[in-house]
C-alpha cells in the first residue's frame, strides 16, 4: 500500500488549492480513504474522509463547508479541494488509508495505518 500526495503550497486568505493523493496496492472501492493534518505544535487531526463503497463522507468541524474530499477510482486517485482556506489551515496535509477500515467516520477518528508522506499548505497573506 503507497500513497503519494501532491498539490500543497502557499495561498492568501480566501484561496484555494486542491490535494491529490495517487494510490497503488489496493482500489479505491472498498477500504476508507481520507485527509489529516498536523499544524506546528498540535496533535494530528482528522480532517476529511470518505468510504469509497458508498461515498459517506466525513468532516471536522474545522473544515465544513470549506472542504470537499472526492475520488477518481479510474485514476486510483483521491483528492481535497480546500476552499476559503485560512491561516489556521495551514499544516502538513497527510493522505491516509486503513483496510481494516470502510466506515469514513472511523478512519477519521482513529490513527489510521498506511500514511503518505505529506504536502505542505501554508496560508498567509
Known amino acids: 500500500v503507497q500513497l503519494q500526495a501532491s498539490g500543497g503550497g502557499l495561498v492568501q486568505p480566501g484561496g484555494s488549492l486542491r490535494l491529490s493523493c495517487a494510490v497503488s496496492?489496493?482500489?479505491?472501492?472498498?477500504?476508507?480513504v481520507g485527509w489529516f493534518r498536523q499544524a506546528p505544535g498540535k496533535e494530528r487531526e482528522g480532517v476529511s474522509c470518505?468510504?469509497?463503497?458508498?461515498?459517506?463522507?466525513h468532516y471536522s468541524d474545522s473544515v465544513k463547508g470549506r472542504f470537499t474530499i472526492s475520488r477518481d477510482a479510474a485514476k486510483n486517485t483521491f483528492y481535497l479541494q480546500m476552499d476559503n482556506l485560512r491561516p489556521e489551515d495551514t499544516a502538513v496535509y497527510y493522505c491516509?488509508?486503513?483496510?481494516?477500515?470502510?466506515?469514513?467516520?472511523?478512519?477519521?477518528?482513529?490513527?489510521?495505518?498506511?500514511w503518505g508522506q505529506g504536502t505542505q499548505v501554508t496560508v498567509s497573506s
Open positions: 491516509v488509508t486503513d483496510l481494516g477500515h470502510s466506515s469514513s467516520y472511523a478512519l477519521c477518528s482513529t490513527r489510521p495505518s498506511n
Open positions: 470518505l468510504s469509497t463503497w458508498n461515498d459517506i463522507t
Open positions: 496496492g489496493f482500489l479505491l472501492d472498498r477500504p476508507a
